[in-house]
């Protein structure tokens, strides 16, 4: 396959989302990063860009001057990773849309709901890919849990439990360790409406929708800022009603020390549990119910195809987050070719989340916040 020629949105000097996207598109060689509108200024987006030794001619001011340029270039970018704060994810995502560009951008989906509704719709219009970075959606270990429960390893689901927890906004934001994320994460402007529970309280949700096959028909929320001054939640625990009857209990909090990124999925049915744990990613806990609990590696055995499928070095040798995301790139490059060469969007895009998993998302940050608000005044 042909390298992609990728455009990048964001992710100036420093950013950690930004090094994470650049790092994981080059893991399989299937992109070529040619250009970027990476910081907030002209002078800015040269200087991050002269340090990744992009050419100072691809090297934007703005994601609308990268937009217009890159479409009337022959060789201009076939898809542009979007990585800015939440509320420029609409505008630049449209822009690149329109230009027939495909887009690969950060959670959650937007700001606003009324952003969420026009990025369904720019979508809708396009012929070009929408790839949402639900990361998590990419681990072996996730892909096997989730083949594992369709092939009824558990049974019937009753019960599901997500938690997850950081530490990183225990302090007040002006102390927290890494200032700029920590300033627009907790910035409603910038962030939206959701603090922990859009952050990362999406990602928990989609892991749990994601492996399951199911989706929350209605939650109650209790969503609380701890950090002194802050505006948005950085804690919230949901209990969530599956459709089919399953229940299940969300945890996302950035304020409990010793948690630094402790995404865990629990799943029970009447056949037996599933446990999985991002910070021991290779490892998948299944028990059958009546027997011993069996601990299954990846690559090793109990392997499932679905998870070998997307390993890259034996057992044994762990593999995490920066391996997983670029599963979801190499994923969305060859969708990329396919939808090239004529195959349908949806079918291309395979497991790869999209825009019903970002709209899900939205849906689910403003139910949060809805409930919470609804039910704080029961006293
Ligand atoms: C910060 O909370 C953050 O970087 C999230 O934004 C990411 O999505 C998550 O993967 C790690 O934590």
Not at 79 to 102: C, D, E, K, S
Not at 228 to 252: E, Y
Not at 310 to 327: K, N
Request: contains cysteine; hydrophobic residues 40%.
């Amino acid at each position: 396959m042909t390298r992609i020629r990728l455009g990048m949105v964001g992710g100036g000097s420093g950013a950690f989302i930004g090094g994470v996207h650049r790092i994981a598109a080059r893991l399989d060689g299937r992109f070529d990063l040619v250009a970027g509108a990476l910081s907030s200024t002209p002078a800015k987006s040269k200087a991050s860009g002269a340090e990744l030794g992009l050419d100072p001619d691809r090297c934007y001011g703005s994601f609308a001057e990268m937009a217009k340029a890159e479409a009337a270039r022959a060789d201009g970018i076939e898809a542009v990773a979007i990585v800015t704060p939440n509320h420029m994810h609409y505008p630049a995502a449209r822009a690149f849309l329109a230009a027939g560009i495909h887009v690969i951008c950060d959670k959650p989906l937007t700001a606003t709901d009324e952003e969420a509704e026009a990025m369904a719709q720019a979508v809708a219009g396009s012929g070009a890919l929408f790839i949402l970075t639900h990361n998590y959606t990419g681990y072996p270990m996730v892909r096997q849990a989730r083949a594992m429960v369709a092939e009824g390893a558990v049974g019937q689901i009753r019960v599901v439990q997500v938690e997850y927890p950081q530490d990183w906004l225990t302090d007040p934001v002006e102390q927290a360790g890494d200032n700029k994320q920590a300033e627009w994460r907790t910035d409603p402007a910038r962030s939206g409406a959701g603090g922990s529970v859009g952050d990362i309280g999406t990602h928990a949700y989609n892991l749990a929708c994601f492996v399951t096959g199911l989706a929350a028909e209605s939650l109650a929320a209790d969503l609380q800022s701890f950090g002194p001054g802050r505006q948005l939640d950085d804690n919230a625990h949901v209990l969530l009603r599956f459709a089919g009857g399953a229940r299940g209990m969300l945890w996302s909090s950035q304020v409990a020390p010793g948690n630094e990124n402790g995404l865990r999925l629990r799943i029970y049915g009447d056949r037996g549990g599933l446990e999985w744990a991002q910070e021991q990613p290779n490892a998948l806990w299944h028990t059958p119910h009546g027997e011993p609990t069996r601990l299954i590696r990846r690559n090793g055995s109990g392997a499932h195809p679905a998870g070998t499928a997307v390993s890259r070095i034996p057992a044994g040798h762990p593999e995490g987050y920066l391996e997983a995301f670029a599963t979801l790139y190499s994923e969305a490059a060859e969708a990329i070719r396919a939808v090239q060469q004529g195959t349908d969007r949806d079918t291309a895009r395979g497991l790869l989340p999209g825009i019903e998993d970002g709209m899900a998302g939205m849906r689910f940050i403003a139910a949060c916040v809805a409930s919470s608000r609804r039910d704080a005044a029961w006293t």
